[in-house]
């Protein structure tokens, strides 16, 4: 039995192939699975001089960041050891301050 991938679009189940592309009947969504895959691949996390990050790097904040819910406030200079990329290319987990948090990637500077 073939495996059919999930819908991009909605995320949807039944899916079938029409000879040229996927369909999806949920959201009437139409993909190639091979330009899907390499959409995917080409999203890079890059830091603010566009400069590829991976899982491990020790990044430096760029300027000061105000913690949404907090009055805490993350400090120009202030380095970040071993993040770790997420699902988006716009954003790494790190521990602050002994607190994990998501960064913007815009707002870092490798090394």
Known sequence: MNEYPLCPECG???IYFDGTTYVCP???SEFDVEALAASTAAQV????NGTPLADGDAVTVI???KVRGS???I????KVKSIRLTDSPD???GKVDGSVMVLRAEFLKKG
């Open 63 to 65: 300027k000061d960041l």
């Open 12 to 14: 949807g189940p039944h």
């Open 91 to 93: 954003e790494v987990e």
């Open 75 to 78: 400090k120009q200079g202030t």
């Open 71 to 73: 009055s805490m406030v």
């Open 45 to 48: 996390c890059k830091d603010s």
């Open 26 to 28: 949920d959201c009437s």
